[in-house]
């Protein structure tokens, strides 16, 4: 055993080494110098690492050990690097590591193991390799927890490769014990990833074993990765073979099939596992409740999603923000603001402070009702008040919502305030800020946004941005801009979408070129971008228009063989052209009675 892990340990001293810091007074200049009394006995050292309070009284603490002689015992070192793992503050467990290494404690297995379990939580796992040389030079061998943490490490950073070759080196050179710990850690990072059969492969292996037999919770992986990558049923499969084997399924089994159904509104199945969970005695927790909470929500099944809450709250099961916030988006998707304010207003009195999703929901729900701008703009300041950072999302909406809502300066101020806070604008930042300002006929401005983009190293451009600006050109009447932009797109690496056409073809028709609107529809399907509804109802407007009849009737039925329909803007215009029945085009007449023929036959009118 120890010659193969030496002969691993030669191979690994080759990584990265970084236990040589010496910069820990930085961190302790930038702590502060609050004074902690200097532990000079073991009781006194557990009674201080047993009531630090945050990272400043933890590097306090470590100065005082690290000046004491002897050195403090190695297990009050471990101590505290723990409780600054616990803290998640990896970073200062790593450089307290090290500065152990360098001052010349002699650091244990154990000791090791934190400092690689940091180095993997803060997405550094080359270092934690370089720690693991560390066992083989001081003649230790590393156990399956150590190996168990870099397998971790390794998937965390989707190096899956590198996971499953350590795995199988782990394996066929017998470096460790294999545990159901191991085996749990490889299946749940291969279901993570999207390799569910991979990992289904390995729990036949579990299966076939003596010693390392899978439980309900490495059931529960697997079968939470097949309902999440919409493989219903082979998660049923494997549910009911659990079952079969004698493993008890437990509420997370159930949690994760509940959630696949309730997402296909498989409502019979959904009542049939929530019954099997009641003759089982398996209690439905928190998570069940707002599974299904929210699922009904977002069906527009509000009022179930009540009686739903009430059953919970009769079994004593708290509801969390989460459910609450499932239950306002519910009001807001029905377009029931006030219910849904109702519900956020109440939560501080349930002990249930709201989160950004919480006020996100209202916020959202505001801005597309326009004369609620300034109660989306007051929330958004309230949270800002209340200690919660908003997302780049939450920006977003309140920006659609100040530019569709007339507050053009206000949304140009907030869109600064975005990246002074430090926020990266994406895809639907700038989508929502070239639409708002041709909304408000800032072409011009949009355009140079545009070029501004183009120059920024790493901004991926897309086609969407351009179509946002060329609509606003074709709106402005400014039809020689829109199609210097479209013409430039091959230039910038951009094939066009059918949305771009789309835009092309309804921006010619609108200025009264519809020559060139039939040309783009035949250059589209050309360059094989199918037109699709929005296509068709523009080049037939146009046609009408135009008084193009003949043609019109032609796009006409090939809208309907492709399965479209007119929108109410074209039916609008056909009716519009029916007018008197001496002025009624024939044409027109049987694309409407095409439409609707028992009715308009029966119209001796038409």
């Known amino acids: 055993m120890e010659r193969k892990g030496f002969k691993l340990g030669k191979f690994l001293i080759s990584s990265p080494n970084f236990y040589q810091s010496g910069n820990l007074h930085f961190a302790f200049r930038y702590l502060g110098t609050k004074s902690v009394s200097i532990c000079n006995s073991p009781e006194k050292m557990k009674l201080e690492l047993g009531n630090i309070n945050g990272l400043d009284e933890a590097m306090n603490l470590y100065k005082n050990m690290a000046g004491t002689r002897p050195f403090p015992r190695i297990q009050h070192f471990n101590q505290l690097l723990s409780h600054l793992v616990n803290l998640k503050e990896y970073s200062a467990s790593i450089l307290l590591f090290n500065d152990i290494c360098n001052l010349g404690v002699s650091v244990t297995e154990y000791t090791m193991s934190i400092a690689i379990n940091s180095y993997c939580l803060s997405n550094r796992i080359d ?116 079952k079969e084997k004698g493993v008890a399924p437990d509420v997370s ?48 099944l509000v009022d179930e999603a009540e009686d739903v809450l009430r059953i919970m709250l009769q079994r004593n099961v708290a509801p969390d923000v989460v459910c609450y916030s499932a239950l306002m988006d519910g009001y807001c998707l029905q377009g029931r603001v006030d219910k849904a304010r109702n519900v956020f207003d109440k939560m501080p009195s349930k002990n249930i402070a709201p989160n950004v999703v919480s006020f996100s929901i209202l916020i959202n729900a505001y801005c597309k009702q326009m004369k609620k701008i300034n109660e989306a703009l007051h929330l ?145 399907e050309e360059a094989r971008v199918l037109p699709n509804e929005v296509t068709y109802n523009a080049i037939i407007r146009g046609n009408l228009l135009s008084g193009e009849y003949d043609d019109a009737a032609k796009f006409f039925e090939e809208m309907s063989d492709r399965g479209f329909s007119p929108d109410p803007s074209t039916f609008g215009v056909m009716l519009d052209l029916v007018g008197t029945k001496e002025q009624s085009p024939t044409v027109v007449l049987k694309m409407i009675q095409k439409l609707a023929p028992n009715t308009l036959k029966n119209r001796p009118e038409l």
């Open 127 to 242: 270092y934690g390799f370089s720690v693991l040389a560390m066992f083989f030079k001081r003649g230790c061998v590393p156990d399956s927890v150590t190996f168990n943490t870099l397998l971790k490490g390794l998937f965390r950073e989707n190096r899956i490769s590198e996971a499953q070759e350590l795995f199988r080196k782990i394996v066929r050179e017998g470096l460790c014990e294999l545990t159901v710990v191991t085996y749990g850690t490889v299946i749940d990072g291969l279901c993570k990833s999207g390799n569910t059969a991979v990992a289904i492969e390995l729990l036949r292996v579990m299966e076939k074993g003596s010693c390392c037999k899978p439980k309900i919770n490495v059931y529960n992986m697997v079968i939470d990765s097949l309902c999440k990558n919409r493989g219903i049923e082979s998660a049923l499969n494997l549910f009911r073979e659990t």
């Open 253 to 300: 089994t159930y949690n994760s099939l509940l959630c696949a159904l309730c997402n296909l509104s498989e409502w019979e199945q959904v009542k049939m596992l929530v019954k099997e969970m009641a003759d089982y005695k398996i209690y439905q927790d928190r998570v069940t409740f707002t599974i299904i909470i929210d699922s009904l929500c977002k069906e527009g």
């Open 380 to 524: 958004f300041r309230d949270m800002q008040r209340k200690g919660f950072e908003p997302d780049v999302a939450a920006y977003n909406t309140l920006l659609h919502g100040l530019f569709h809502g007339g507050r053009y300066s206000c949304a140009m101020k907030l869109f600064d305030e975005l990246q002074t806070v430090g926020l990266k604008p994406n895809f639907y930042t700038y989508c929502n800020l070239l639409d708002g300002l041709c909304m408000n006929r800032q072409n011009e401005r949009a355009l140079l946004l545009l070029e501004q983009l183009e120059q920024k190293k790493n901004e991926y451009l897309h086609i969407a941005y351009y179509s946002i600006v060329m609509d606003g050109f074709f709106k402005a009447k400014e039809v020689d801009k829109a199609r210097v932009i479209f013409s430039n797109l091959p230039c910038k690496g951009l094939e066009p979408d059918v949305k771009t056409y789309t835009i092309m073809i309804n921006g010619c028709c609108q200025n009264g070129l519809l020559l060139e609107a039939k040309d783009l529809l035949v250059k589209m």
